[in-house]
C-alpha cells in the first residue's frame, strides 16, 4: 500500500516539476536538470507527508521476572532477626538475585505498597497477618512479570484469614524463622466478653488460661477492676491440661466505659511474663429509655400512664411528684410534665434545664393546670380563656399521619367518657393534630391530643384531657382491654422518642475499641434544616483522657467515610467534643472511645513451620530454614532468570517526523538559492 502512495507522491512532483522547467531557462541544461530534480523530489516528499497513511514502528521492551520477598517483621521475630542478622542476609540475596536477572521487590506488614528502604523495616508490628501481605503482593503485581515470593517468617499467625483455606498464583517459597521448641509459659490465652453492655447489669466474661511447657501448675487468676480486686481464684493444671476456661461474672455502673484486668502470678521458669497479664475495656450503654414524669401533684392519670409504658420492655419509667421522694438520678430521654401549675422558681428551672438539654416533652393539662403559665413555657401555644371548662369527647383526626392507630379500634372512641378541657380560643402553629375535641355533636377544629416535629431535635406532645384513667377503664369493661388508650400513650412517647435520633450533627469514632497500634478514625454526617446532606463544614475536635490533658484539632466534613485520622494515644479512655456550626447555630456532639494494648504477639511465641511448609507445598514453592539461607537461593534461584520480551506497535503520522520536514526544507532552500544564484548570471 506504501508503494502505491509513494508513487503517486512522485508522479504529483514530476508534473509539477515539468510544469516549471520543461522549457530550459537561461541557465545551462546540468542546472536546469538539478532544479528539476530537487522541486519533484520536495513536491513528492510534501504529497505523501499529506496523504500517506500513519508510518508503523515496533519496540521492544524487556521485562525482568519479579522476585517479592515477604518479611514478617511482627514482634515475635524480632530476637531471632537480630540472632541471625536476617537484615543484612537478605541485602546481600537480593544483590546475588539481582546478578541473575531479578527485579526484587520488598515488603512487610507495615504497608500495603512495596518497601524501598529495607533498613526501614522495623520488627515491631503487634500482629501478624500474613494473608494480608501476600494477597497484598499478588494484587499489586497483577499485570508485571511475578516469578515468585519469598515469605520469610515464623509461621505464627494471629490476625487475618488462616492461610490453609486461600489459593495464591504465584510460586511461593518459604523461610523458617524462630524456635518450635515448646517454652515454658503461662499465658492468659485469650478473652470472650461483649464489647457492649448495659448499664448496671451483670455479664459473664470468659478467661482461657494457657499452660505449655509446664507439668503439674499451680497458679492464681486475679480479677481486677483498677487496684481493686474483685475476685482471686487457684488455678490448677494436671499434667496433660493444656488449658482451662474459667467464667467470671462482673456488674456495670453508670459510667461509659469500664476497664477490669486480669493478671496470673507468675512462675519462675516463664519465658516471658508480659502474656500473664490482660486489660479489657468494656462500653456501658443505657439501650433502656428513661421516661420521667414530672407532676405537680398525684393523680390517677399518672399511675395509667406508667403501667402503659412498662408495657415496652425498652422502657425505663421515673415518676417524680414535687415535694414527695428524691429526684431520680438517672438522665431522661423524654419528659412528661403532668398538669402545670406551680410557678416555683424551681419548677420554672427545672423545665428550663428540660429545655435546654433538647429534651422531647410532653405537656398533659388539665384541671389544675395554669393557662397563663402553660402559654409561657410550651411552644407555639396559646389558649386564650376566662377560667372556664368544656366537657368533650375525642375524635381521631382523619389526615394526621405522624402514627398509625389501628382502625379497627377506633370506634371505641364512642363509649368513652368526656374529658375536661380548658373553654377559649386556641392558637398552637405547627402542631398536628391527633385528637380533636367533640361538643355534643359538633367536632370542633380545637386540638385534643397534638404532636409538634417541626424542631427535628426535640418532638413535643400535648395532650388537655384530664381524665385519661376512664378513658382506660371504660375501655377494658367494654372490651378487656385499654388497646387504643394504650396505642395513644404508647406511640406518642415513641415518636417523641424518634428525635433523639435526628441530630443536625454526628461525629463519632468508626468504632469504640481502638488497638494502641491503630490510627482513631472519625466519621461525620451533617445535615440542614430539611434534613439534606452538607459538605465543608469545619469541625473543632478536642480529645481529652481521665487525667484531663487536651488534644484538639481541626477537620473539615466530607463525602469520605472518614473526616479525620490521628494516632499516638496511649492505653486507656478518652472523651472527646465536636463542634461545627450548622445554619449559623453551633452544634455540638460528645462522646467517649478506648485505646487498648493487647500483646497477642507475647501469648505465642514458638514457631509454627508447618504452616509455612503446608503454603510451599501448595503452591509450587519449597521450605527450608533461614540458616540455609544461602543454599535454598542456590538451590530454588541459581538458573539465570529469563526475561519476556513485550513488542508493541505504534503508528504515527508521517508529517509528526521532524527530521522529514527539516529535510524538505532543506531542498527548497537550497532550489530557490540554485535559481536566484544562477539567475542573476
Known amino acids: 500500500m506504501q508503494i502505491i502512495w509513494v508513487s503517486i507522491s512522485i508522479l504529483i512532483g514530476i508534473l509539477y516539476a515539468l510544469f516549471l522547467y520543461s522549457i530550459t531557462k537561461k541557465w545551462s541544461i546540468w542546472v536546469n536538470r538539478i532544479l528539476f530534480s530537487l522541486r519533484t523530489i520536495a513536491v513528492a516528499g510534501i504529497v505523501w507527508l499529506l496523504i500517506s497513511p500513519d508510518l508503523k514502528s515496533t519496540s521492544t521492551r524487556e521485562e525482568k521476572p519479579i522476585v517479592a520477598i515477604a518479611i514478617d517483621n511482627s514482634s515475635s521475630m524480632q530476637n531471632f532477626a537480630l540472632k541471625t542478622s536476617l537484615i543484612p542476609k537478605i ?98 490465652a485469650d478473652i470472650y466478653y461483649n464489647k457492649t453492655v448495659n448499664k448496671n447489669v451483670k455479664f459473664p466474661i470468659k478467661i482461657t488460661v494457657a499452660k505449655q511447657g509446664f507439668k503439674n501448675v499451680i497458679t492464681k487468676l486475679l480479677f481486677k477492676n483498677g487496684s481493686k480486686i474483685l475476685q482471686q481464684l487457684d488455678i490448677v493444671f494436671a499434667e496433660n491440661e493444656k488449658q482451662k476456661d474459667i467464667i467470671l461474672y462482673a456488674e456495670s455502673n453508670n459510667e461509659d466505659f469500664i476497664s477490669y484486668s486480669f493478671e496470673l502470678t507468675p512462675i519462675q521458669e516463664e519465658i516471658t511474663k508480659t502474656n500473664n497479664y490482660r486489660t479489657i475495656y468494656i462500653e456501658t450503654i443505657q439501650s433502656k429509655k428513661n421516661i420521667l414524669i414530672y407532676a405537680q401533684s398525684p393523680h390517677p392519670d399518672i399511675k395509667i400512664i406508667e403501667q402503659t409504658l412498662l408495657q415496652n420492655k425498652e422502657y425505663e419509667v421515673f415518676t417524680y411528684i414535687q415535694g414527695i421522694g428524691n429526684y431520680p438520678t438517672q438522665k431522661p430521654d423524654i419528659v412528661i410534665l403532668h398538669q402545670i401549675s406551680s410557678e416555683s422558681s424551681d419548677f420554672i428551672s427545672k423545665v428550663n434545664e428540660f429545655k435546654k438539654a433538647r429534651l422531647p416533652i410532653w405537656y398533659i393539662l388539665g384541671n389544675q393546670s395554669n393557662i397563663q403559665l402553660c402559654n409561657s413555657l410550651i411552644p407555639n401555644f396559646k389558649i386564650i380563656s376566662n377560667g372556664q371548662i368544656d ?8 389526615d394526621f399521619d405522624k402514627f398509625l392507630i389501628p382502625q379497627n379500634i377506633t370506634s371505641r372512641m364512642t363509649d368513652f367518657a368526656p374529658v375536661q378541657v380548658p373553654f377559649g380560643a386556641y392558637n398552637l402553629a405547627g402542631w398536628s393534630v ?126 469520605n467515610a472518614v473526616v479525620f485520622e490521628t494516632s499516638g494515644f496511649e492505653e486507656g479512655v478518652y472523651k472527646f467534643s465536636a463542634k461545627t456550626i450548622i445554619n449559623k447555630k453551633e452544634e455540638v456532639a460528645n462522646g467517649t472511645f478506648v485505646v487498648s494494648k493487647i500483646d497477642i504477639e507475647s501469648i505465642n511465641q514458638t514457631a509454627n513451620f508447618q504452616v509455612l511448609r503446608d503454603l ?62 544562477f539567475g542573476s548570471l
Not at 494471629?158 to 503461662?186: A, E, M, R, W
Not at 537461593?633 to 527530521?659: G, M, Q, R, Y
Request: charged share 20%; hydrophobic share 40%; proline share 2%.
Open 91 to 188: 541485602a546481600s540475596k537480593i544483590e546475588y538475585l539481582k546478578k541473575l536477572n531479578f527485579d526484587i521487590k520488598l515488603y512487610d506488614l507495615t504497608q500495603q505498597r512495596e518497601v524501598i528502604d529495607l533498613d526501614s523495616i522495623k520488627f515491631d508490628q503487634p500482629k501478624s497477618n500474613l494473608s494480608q501481605i501476600l494477597n497484598n503482593i499478588e494484587n499489586e503485581n497483577i499485570e508485571q512479570n511475578l516469578s515468585s515470593i519469598i515469605l520469610i517468617s515464623d509461621g505464627i499467625i494471629n490476625d487475618g484469614q488462616s492461610l490453609d483455606y486461600q489459593n495464591f498464583n504465584s510460586n511461593i517459597f518459604s523461610l523458617g524463622v524462630g524456635d518450635t521448641t515448646i517454652k515454658k509459659d503461662l499465658s492468659i
Open 391 to 398: 366537657k368533650v369527647l375525642p375524635v381521631l383526626a382523619a
Open 434 to 559: 391527633v385528637l380533636y375535641q367533640k361538643v355534643g355533636n359538633l367536632t370542633t377544629d380545637k386540638p385534643l391530643w397534638a404532636v409538634n416535629t417541626t424542631n427535628n431535635e426535640s418532638y413535643q406532645a400535648l395532650t388537655l384531657a384530664d381524665g385519661l384513667w376512664q378513658w382506660s377503664l371504660l375501655e377494658k369493661v367494654a372490651n378487656q382491654e385499654a388497646t387504643l388508650v394504650n396505642n395513644l400513650i404508647l406511640k406518642t412517647a415513641q415518636l417523641l422518642l424518634s428525635s433523639k435520633e435526628k441530630r443536625k450533627f454526628n461525629f463519632k469514632p468508626t468504632k469504640q475499641n481502638f488497638d494502641v497500634s491503630e490510627n482513631i478514625a472519625f466519621e461525620s454526617e451533617s445535615r440542614n434544616d430539611i434534613d439534606e446532606w452538607i459538605t465543608g463544614n469545619q469541625i473543632s475536635l478536642t480529645i481529652s483522657n481521665t487525667s484531663g490533658k487536651k488534644y484538639s484539632y481541626l477537620c473539615t466534613n466530607t463525602n
Open 616 to 677: 510451599a507445598s501448595k503452591n509450587k514453592g519449597n521450605f527450608d530454614l533461614i540458616n540455609n539461607f544461602d543454599a535454598f537461593i542456590e538451590s530454588n534461584f541459581k538458573a539465570k532468570a529469563v526475561s519476556k520480551l513485550f513488542s508493541e506497535d505504534s503508528f504515527t503520522a508521517p508529517i509528526n517526523h521532524t527530521w522529514m520536514v527539516v529535510l524538505l526544507l532543506i531542498l527548497l532552500f537550497l532550489e530557490w538559492g540554485l535559481r536566484k544564484y
